[in-house]
């Protein structure tokens, strides 16, 4: 009796690469982070970084990898959303000031509340996937 083995060879990294961008390319809200997002392939995990826009977008990436052919996993660790970064510098920041979001920059608007600095408002906003903050005042 003959036994048959199934042998399972790795996809080459750049072809799972490749595919990720194009899963990137063809999510009209994603296509327009393109830029912002860093992946690196390696033996088949996908290690992603950068920012993308919105908490969906970001959560669709992340779905929609591990559906890829040779994808063995996915480390989204690196990969920051710009809707939860706000609400989250929101939180720490004192009543009567706004936040906006690009790309790992915070931009800080409103009134300087009385006592507070400018650099202690920086120190509060520097979060993790933080880049920079810009205080507009």
């Not at 390319?25 to 919105?54: E, M, T």
């Not at 600095?117 to 920079?132: D, H, N, Q, T």
Request: proline share 6%; aromatic share 4%.
């Amino acid at each position: 009796m003959s036994e048959s083995h199934t042998v399972s060879i790795a996809r080459p990294d750049v072809d799972i690469h490749a595919d990720v961008n194009n899963l990137i390319l063809h999510y009209p809200p994603l296509a327009s982070d393109q830029h912002q997002i860093r992946i690196l392939v390696a033996n088949g995990v996908v290690h992603l970084g950068g920012h993308v826009r919105s908490t969906p977008s970001r959560r669709y990436l992340i779905d929609a990898i591990p559906t890829i052919q040779g994808v063995t996993g996915v480390n989204d660790a690196a990969l920051y959303d710009e809707d939860m970064l706000r609400l989250e510098i929101g939180k720490v920041l004192p009543t009567g000031l706004q936040v906006n979001m690009r790309y790992g920059t915070a931009i800080l608007s409103g009134k300087l509340p009385d006592g507070t600095s400018e650099e202690e408002l920086v120190k509060l906003a520097s979060l993790p996937g933080v880049e920079r903050v810009v205080v507009n005042f």
